[in-house]
């Protein structure tokens, strides 16, 4: 393999963002890493070369910096500069890039496309669902799907925009005037079958057209123990030492990366370029098969603290083989153990969150397993700003070790105490098992 020294732009600062260059600095290659934040990440800050902070959806601002900087490959972490093609404009400078060009990351951007990409080339998985931007045959789509049913917001509403019966939504009366409201606000919108089971994600890395999948890995939407609660970004999340799940069966796994294959070539028919980057599927377990929740084109976050805490494989070479397209041609491995990820967040997310106030991360005893969020550096003192703040990443003993780290951040905080814990687990297997009859 071509042994490039690699000057590397990261767009992106957020814990997400801080796990990939985290990875990036274990890499054996020699490389700069330079990083264009939309805000001051210490941590990233301190693995960086050279950081600068911008608006990060501006491809104006972000080529002009790949090009002053002389970076030679560029990794895109969140959706939104994806969505508004800053892939694209790389691209054209000649720069690789990890992170799909616009077109390909409206799996993520937009849900009427995915439903329909999915359905036209017919991708397994797929709940049944049907396409509005008026009010005329809701009533009657809704009444042949009866009790389960979900309307979902149309573009990237970082899951806001989805409302679930019989959580969100409690009569087709109360979804219809949530769609009329979609349709006041000129947002189009899909209604879907509610699909019952148990959610995972199956990531795969992907050069537009050999996908290598990473261990399946499960997240927790809602803010409090035990499931409750509004839901968030996502609370923590847990892999299994054995790279599967144990509320999983291997064909559930199978299904699921088939799908992420199949969606990847459906997305090359459709638009004839190769989808280069994360490709993060969202699936629901179900009594009988494998649904598609829906399609990201980044990492997850929090699974990627626990995925790249595990890569055994340099991502220098990995983001180089995504650039060129050699992924064929190079063995991805994960250490066969289990990961616990546990964010903690200001009192009063996600609805009114507190923020301003200071944290201290000093008394954390294993830095290496510690990401930031949304954090701000004030003089010497690091300040929340309201969204998640900061978590870690337990792997020798995984639950022990993450509540421990955790508990060593201080500040007005809270975490989940169950994530990863035998009681949580056991309760998803017994969900499984009663549908699975
Ligand atoms: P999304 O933004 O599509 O990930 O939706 C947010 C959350 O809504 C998901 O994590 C699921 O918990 C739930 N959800 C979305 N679509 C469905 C569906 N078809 N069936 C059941 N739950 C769903
Ligand atoms: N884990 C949720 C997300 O990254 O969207």
Same mark, same amino acid.
């Given at each position: 393999?071509?042994?490039?020294?690699?000057?590397?732009?990261?767009?992106?600062?957020?814990?997400?963002?801080?796990?990939?260059?985290?990875?990036?600095?274990?890499?054996?290659?020699?490389?700069?890493?330079?990083?264009?934040?939309?805000?001051?990440?210490?941590?990233?800050?301190?693995?960086?070369?050279?950081?600068?902070?911008?608006?990060?959806?501006?491809?104006?601002?972000?080529?002009?910096?790949?090009?002053?900087?002389?970076?030679?490959?560029?990794?895109?972490?969140?959706?939104?500069?994806?969505?508004?093609?800053?892939?694209?404009?790389?691209?054209?400078?000649?720069?690789?890039?990890?992170?799909?060009?616009?077109?390909?990351?409206?799996?993520?951007?937009?849900?009427?496309?995915?439903?329909?990409?999915?359905?036209?080339?017919?991708?397994?998985?797929?709940?049944?669902?049907?396409?509005?931007?008026?009010?005329?045959?809701?009533?009657?789509?809704?009444?042949?799907?009866?009790?389960?049913? %979900? $309307?979902? &917001?149309?573009?990237?509403?970082? !899951?806001? @925009?989805? =409302?679930?019966?019989?959580?969100?939504?409690?009569?087709?009366?109360?979804?219809?005037?949530?769609?009329?409201?979609?349709?006041?606000?000129?947002?189009?919108?899909?209604?879907?079958?509610?699909?019952?089971?148990?959610?995972?994600?199956?990531?795969?890395?992907?050069?537009?057209?050999?996908?290598?999948?990473?261990?399946?890995?499960?997240?927790?939407?809602?803010?409090?123990?035990?499931?409750?609660?509004?839901?968030?970004?996502?609370?923590?999340?847990?892999?299994?030492?054995?790279?599967?799940?144990?509320?999983?069966?291997?064909?559930?796994?199978?299904?699921?990366?088939?799908?992420?294959?199949? %969606? $990847?070539? &459906?997305?090359?028919?459709?638009? !004839?370029? @190769?989808? =280069?980057?994360?490709?993060?599927?969202?699936?629901?377990?179900?009594?009988?098969?494998?649904?598609?929740?829906?399609?990201?084109?980044?990492?997850?976050?929090?699974?990627?603290?626990?995925?790249?805490?595990?890569?055994?494989?340099?991502?220098?070479?990995?983001?180089?083989?995504?650039?060129?397209?050699?992924?064929?041609?190079?063995?991805?491995?994960?250490?066969?153990?289990?990961?616990?990820?546990?964010?903690?967040?200001?009192?009063?997310?996600?609805?009114?969150?507190?923020?301003?106030?200071?944290?201290?991360?000093?008394?954390?005893?294993?830095?290496?397993?510690?990401?930031?969020?949304?954090?701000?550096?004030?003089?010497?003192?690091?300040?929340?700003?309201?969204?998640?703040?900061?978590?870690?990443?337990?792997?020798?003993?995984?639950?022990?070790?993450?509540?421990?780290?955790?508990?060593?951040?201080?500040?007005?905080?809270?975490?989940?105490?169950?994530?990863?814990?035998?009681?949580?687990?056991?309760?998803?297997?017994?969900?499984?098992?009663?549908?699975?009859?």
């Amino acid at each position: 393999m071509n042994q490039e020294n690699h000057i590397i732009l990261l767009v992106g600062s957020g814990a997400r963002e801080h796990a990939i260059a985290k990875s990036i600095a274990r890499s054996t290659r020699p490389h700069k890493l330079v990083t264009f934040g939309s805000s001051l990440n210490p941590g990233i800050a301190a693995l960086s070369n050279q950081y600068t902070t911008g608006n990060i959806t501006d491809s104006a601002a972000v080529t002009a910096y790949a090009s002053e900087q002389a970076v030679t490959i560029a990794v895109v972490g969140p959706e939104a500069p994806l969505e508004t093609g800053v892939s694209d404009k790389l691209w054209e400078m000649g720069m690789p890039v990890v992170g799909p060009k616009k077109q390909l990351a409206m799996l993520e951007t937009s849900k009427q496309f995915t439903r329909n990409l999915m359905a036209d080339y017919d991708v397994p998985g797929c709940p049944s669902f049907k396409h509005f931007s008026h009010l005329f045959g809701v009533p009657e789509f809704l009444g042949t799907l009866e009790d389960d049913y %979900v $309307v979902k &917001a149309d573009g990237l509403m970082g !899951g806001k @925009g989805v =409302k679930v019966s019989g959580d969100h939504l409690h009569s087709h009366q109360e979804a219809i005037e949530y769609c009329k409201k979609l349709c006041d606000a000129n947002s189009t919108f899909v209604i879907e079958e509610k699909c019952i089971g148990e959610e995972f994600s199956m990531f795969s890395f992907c050069d537009g057209t050999t996908l290598k999948h990473m261990p399946p890995i499960q997240d927790h939407k809602r803010a409090y123990e035990g499931d409750e609660g509004p839901n968030t970004g996502g609370m923590g999340s847990y892999s299994d030492a054995d790279h599967s799940l144990p509320f999983l069966q291997q064909e559930d796994i199978e299904e699921a990366q088939a799908i992420n294959q199949l %969606v $990847v070539e &459906a997305l090359k028919k459709k638009t !004839g370029e @190769g989808y =280069k980057g994360i490709l993060y599927g969202g699936y629901m377990a179900t009594s009988d098969s494998v649904k598609v929740i829906e399609f990201n084109a980044r990492f997850g976050d929090p699974e990627v603290m626990n995925l790249l805490s595990l890569l055994e494989t340099d991502i220098m070479d990995i983001f180089e083989a995504i650039g060129n397209g050699s992924l064929d041609g190079l063995e991805v491995f994960f250490k066969k153990q289990a990961s616990v990820c546990k964010y903690t967040v200001p009192e009063g997310y996600p609805d009114s969150p507190d923020k301003g106030f200071p944290v201290d991360i000093n008394g954390v005893d294993k830095p290496d397993q510690l990401f930031l969020g949304a954090v701000d550096q004030k003089g010497e003192y690091l300040v929340a700003t309201g969204s998640r703040t900061a978590a870690v990443v337990g792997v020798r003993e995984p639950v022990a070790e993450a509540e421990q780290l955790v508990g060593q951040i201080k500040g007005n905080l809270f975490h989940r105490t169950d994530i990863g814990t035998s009681q949580l687990i056991q309760r998803r297997v017994t969900h499984m098992e009663a549908l699975r009859g």
